[in-house]
């Protein structure tokens, strides 16, 4: 009989229950979904990941020897000759970074960049890091401009996508900060990324 009386209030607990049951549920997968970053957040990541390495790179490298080109060197048949010195990486990564990331927010070029070499009048250590550091700002603005209903669509005067152009102006900065690097290496700096850690 007691049996019974389990079987018969059976019915009665699973339609009380049930809502509640699928009220949790929605609730886990709300928060669930609301924890995974977007995709304007994840691409921001990245850009703040690179940002990260360039400047703390640029910041290495002493004002006296801000303007090293490994052709000072004069290593025979090393065919360094009419490189880019530290200085103009890190104003052709910056320059970069606005030709790259105005397409997706929509702000012009400055009028100072006239090529890849960055702005000739920039000269000092401090201006061509506050340079650096802007255009990476114009990166995160473009970062906030994605959503997925508009990654795949052609940029604003480009062909490429919006999702490409974000994520060419990460790889490109990343290229860069790896000569950056060595040239920190052929001046005997450690990068900044590698101290504490077996070299």
């Known amino acids: 009989m007691k049996h019974v009386r389990i079987f018969l209030l059976l019915p009665l607990l699973t339609t009380m229950f049930t809502p509640v049951a699928k009220s949790a549920a929605q609730t886990l997968a709300s928060q669930v979904q609301s924890s995974q970053p977007s995709l304007a957040e994840t691409v921001d990541r990245e850009i703040s990941a690179v940002e990260?390495?360039?400047?703390?790179?640029?910041e290495a490298m002493p004002e006296e020897k801000f303007n090293?080109?490994?052709e000072s060197l004069n290593i025979p048949g090393d065919d360094y000759k009419g490189v880019r010195s530290f200085a103009v990486q890190v104003k052709h990564i910056a320059s970069s970074n606005y030709f790259i990331w105005c397409h997706l927010t929509g702000d012009p070029v400055p009028?100072?960049?006239k090529d890849g070499n960055g702005p000739a009048e920039l000269k000092s250590k401090a201006d061509i890091l506050k340079f650096l550091r802007d255009s990476f700002a114009l990166g995160h603005k473009a970062a906030a401009t994605l959503t997925p209903q508009n990654m795949l669509e052609p940029a604003a005067g480009s062909k490429s996508s919006r999702l490409h152009l974000a994520e060419f102006g990460v790889a490109h900065a990343y290229n860069h900060y790896g000569q950056m690097v060595e040239y920190l290496r052929m001046n005997g700096i450690v990068p900044p990324a590698s101290r504490g850690k077996s070299d």
């Open 52 to 58: 990260k390495q360039v400047l703390e790179a640029a």
């Open 111 to 113: 009028a100072s960049i």
């Open 68 to 70: 090293f080109s490994p």
